[in-house]
């Protein structure tokens, strides 16, 4: 069953991360976009696939701890790292993607969330105000936390060094 549960956890990731895309297309495509119903456009592309990225976390959760438990692995470091890791990229891409564009959101006059609260949308910033919030996202700094996790991640789950 081990290598079916490993299976499982590697098609968990790459749903995450086909999912986590189209966040990841629109973030970039926003750094020069300026053109309010191209914003909101993207904006919205960016967070349609949550259900699936979630659904898709889980089941990655879902096929390392069975996996873990299968291979018995919960005695070595590299588990819990990998898994410590998990939580700090994903707690750590949440709390500056929602910062970054849930303030974009609000001054597009769509729905946002502030500190993991929605709230509807609200008026229409100015057009500068606009600027200004998608001036301060910075989709480099969230790609290097993702890709630069799941890269360790990965690199722990294949070598197992400890």
């Known amino acids: 069953m081990y290598p079916w549960f490993v299976y499982l956890h590697i098609l968990g990731i ?12 629109a973030a970039f495509a926003l750094r020069r976009e300026r053109n309010l119903e191209r914003v909101r456009v993207l904006l919205d592309l960016s967070t349609s696939t949550f259900g699936i990225m979630y659904a898709s976390l ?12 299968i291979g018995r692995w919960w005695g070595r470091g590299w588990i819990w ?3 410590v890791l998990l939580i700090a990229i994903v707690a750590a891409m949440g709390s500056l ?19 993991g609260k929605p709230f509807p949308a609200t008026g229409t910033a100015t057009p500068e105000e606009i600027d ?19 890269a360790v991640a ?9």
């Open 58 to 69: 889980g089941i990655l959760l879902l096929g390392g701890i069975i996996s873990g438990f």
């Open 132 to 150: 200004a919030a998608l001036s301060r996202a910075n989709p480099v700094l969230l790609t290097l936390i993702g890709f630069g996790g799941f």
């Open 14 to 25: 790459f749903g995450f991360l086909l999912a986590h895309g189209a966040s990841a297309a």
């Open 97 to 115: 993607g929602t910062r970054f564009y849930g303030e974009a959101r609000r001054a597009a006059g769509l729905p946002y969330m502030v500190g």
């Open 81 to 83: 790292v990998s898994l």
């Open 154 to 162: 990965a690199w722990l789950m294949i070598f197992k060094p400890f």
